[in-house]
């Protein structure tokens, strides 16, 4: 179960990329300087270039760092929007259900499956209203 991520841990719902910034200058042959906005002053400025990403040209991709609720310790809190779908998988001895769960910031095609007893115990309110489909 994903609830508090962090920059750079990795999971399902880690932020792969934020961003872009500009590079404002090299350092080396593998290390880029950036310009970060004021709201990352505690993130260091320079990034190997195995963690940098040449821009995507699509704007509606670009989550601004201002909707994300980005906390002084670099956290964030993933909420959900909607359950999308459930299914339940046989093993040999036993029967696993999962739901398919829509965070915010997220597309409908980054939506993860979570188990559901994990999501009843945080949001028991879903299951209360019926909201799952079948």
């Known amino acids: 179960m994903k609830g508090v991520m962090r920059f750079g841990k990795k999971g399902n719902l880690s932020p792969r990329y934020i961003g872009p910034y500009r590079i404002s200058k090299r350092i080396g042959n593998v290390a880029y300087e950036l310009e970060l906005p004021q709201e990352l002053a505690v993130v260091h400025l320079v990034f190997h270039i195995s963690m940098l990403k040449k821009c995507v040209g699509d704007p509606s991709l670009i989550i601004?760092?201002?909707?994300?609720?980005?906390k002084d310790n670099l956290s964030y809190e993933e909420i959900h929007v909607q359950i999308l779908d459930r299914q339940v998988?046989?093993?040999?001895?036993?029967?696993?259900?999962?739901?398919?769960?829509?965070?915010?910031?997220?597309?409908?095609?980054?939506?993860?499956?979570?188990?559901?007893?994990?999501?009843?115990?945080?949001?028991?309110?879903?299951?209360?209203?019926?909201?799952?489909?079948n």
Not at 64 to 70: L, N
Not at 117 to 124: A, G, I, N, Q
């Open 64 to 70: 601004p760092t201002e909707d994300i609720d980005i």
């Open 89 to 133: 998988r046989k093993l040999r001895t036993n029967e696993v259900s999962s739901v398919k769960v829509l965070w915010r910031n997220q597309f409908v095609e980054e939506a993860t499956w979570e188990a559901e007893e994990d999501m009843k115990k945080r949001y028991s309110h879903l299951f209360e209203s019926g909201e799952i489909p």
